[in-house]
């Protein structure tokens, strides 16, 4: 029996979706207790989940791949996306930055996630149709990197047993 080896990032996925889908669930509680009540905007919780989760298995499949052909990448990686983390907008607002600045950090794909995100939880609009060109961008970029991925993961199935 063959094992598909396109599972195991699955597997590091879903064992920490759990845990997302329980915070999601405490930020909830703390909104409602501070006055931010649950209105038809929160029904975007579904999209953004779905996002996310797209997103991180696109980027896994890349990241996975090039991790066991080149054992260097896996600190490069975890640099990268803690960079990506700080430069994008969680703990800080977006409108602080002057025009070209700002425009360059939306090119961020957690930039999307986590605007559409605040709009859920805050209940302030639509993000994901108000926003349709960052919709289209982020679509876009996630399908050229499930794309980029399968193909790298398809080209080096058969070797990652030697690597390993």
């Known amino acids: 029996m ?66 066991t052909i080149i054992r260097d990448v896996h600190m490069f990686l975890n640099a990268t996306l803690r960079m990506l983390l700080y430069l994008s907008p969680v703990l800080w607002q977006l409108t602080i930055l002057d025009e070209p600045l ?23 609009e639509w993000y994901f149709i108000n926003h349709w060109q960052y919709s289209l961008y982020f679509w876009g970029l996630v399908v050229v990197l499930l794309l980029l991925g399968s193909k790298i993961h398809v080209k080096f199935r058969r070797h990652f047993i030697d690597y390993l």
């Open 102 to 124: 700002s425009t360059i950090m939306k090119v961020n794909p957690l930039y999307y996630i986590i605007e559409g995100y605040r709009a859920a939880f805050f209940g302030t």
């Open 2 to 67: 063959n094992f598909p080896m396109s599972v195991i990032p699955n597997i590091a996925i879903f064992s920490q979706f759990y845990t997302h889908l329980v915070l999601l669930g405490v930020t909830f509680i703390i909104f409602q207790i501070s006055g931010y009540y649950v209105s038809v905007y929160f029904l975007q919780i579904i999209y953004f989940v779905f996002a996310t989760f797209c997103l991180v298995f696109a980027i896994s499949l890349i990241t996975s791949t090039l991790s």
